[in-house]
């Protein structure tokens, strides 16, 4: 019986991501997102960095908490999360959580951050929404892709953009790829071996997740719900994402 192809391409490691880079609004952005996937890179050697927008500091309806110490302690579950899937190096911006704009400024704030880490991989939120799970839509996510995409093309690449990050030592950096999270992936990453990986990230961000006694649930029926639209096997589970030519 010949063995039944994927509905879309999966992902396999050929050695050509040395470096990635991870973009996005909040803390837990990432971890719901792409933190399997993370974990697969990190398990093959790549250098991942993440870069944070903001810090979170509007997050958490029934926080009593300051935003300073909203954002300290958001920033302290991302580091904490970010080193369950071999994360070390992360930057944040610190830009006002729910406030973002794909800004001159904030292009050029990412641009120092991608000629600084120089991946051969960017990945971040699509700017596109999504009418069907608008939660997924917050339009600071919006906002980070759109600046993260401008920044990635044109702006990392051009030595006439922002022409003061070259003099402060930025020299401009290419990014081959993107690969956007959301809605209508064209390829998928098996997270299968990784997932226990996304699920203690997950759970590093207890301001925001310490309630839910369904999360994993919760996590396991996402990943499996795409591998399946994506044709893997019923006990696969998998991260999903848009691939960007940007070379």
């Known amino acids: 019986m010949s063995k039944k192809k994927a509905a879309l391409p999966v992902f396999e490691y050929d050695g050509s991501i040395k470096r990635a880079l991870v973009v996005v609004a909040h803390p837990d952005d990432i971890d719901f997102g792409a933190a399997g996937t993370v974990a697969t890179l990190t398990s093959h050697g790549v250098d991942v960095a993440y870069c944070l927008v903001t810090s979170g500091d509007a997050g958490g309806d029934d926080s ?36 973002v704009e794909p800004t001159l400024l904030l292009r050029r704030e990412i641009s120092r951050v991608i000629r600084t880490h120089r991946p051969d991989l960017v990945i971040t939120q699509s700017p596109e929404r999504n009418w069907e799970r608008m939660f997924a839509s917050h339009p ?3 906002a980070a892709g759109e600046a993260t995409l401008r920044a990635v ?51 590093r961000h207890e301001s925001q997740v310490g309630d839910r006694v369904d999360l994993e649930k919760m996590l396991r029926q996402w990943a499996r719900m795409t591998a399946k639209n994506a044709g893997l096997g019923k006990a696969h589970l998998a991260e999903g994402f848009k691939v960007v030519s940007t070379s």
Do not use: C
Request: glycine letters at 4%; aromatic letters at 8%; hydrophobic letters at 35%.
């Open 153 to 203: 093309y044109p702006d990392a690449r051009n030595p006439h953009a922002f022409p003061e990050l070259v003099r402060e030592g930025f020299e401009p950096h290419t990014v081959p790829v993107v690969w956007l999270t959301g809605f209508q992936p064209t390829m998928v990453v098996d997270i299968t071996k990784v997932f226990h990986q996304k699920h203690a990230a997950l759970t």
């Open 140 to 142: 600071d996510h919006l």
């Open 64 to 99: 009593k908490h300051s935003k300073e110490e909203r954002s300290d302690i958001r920033e302290s579950e991302q580091r904490a999360a970010a080193a369950e899937v071999g994360v070390t190096n992360l930057t944040f911006l610190r830009w006002p959580d729910g406030q």
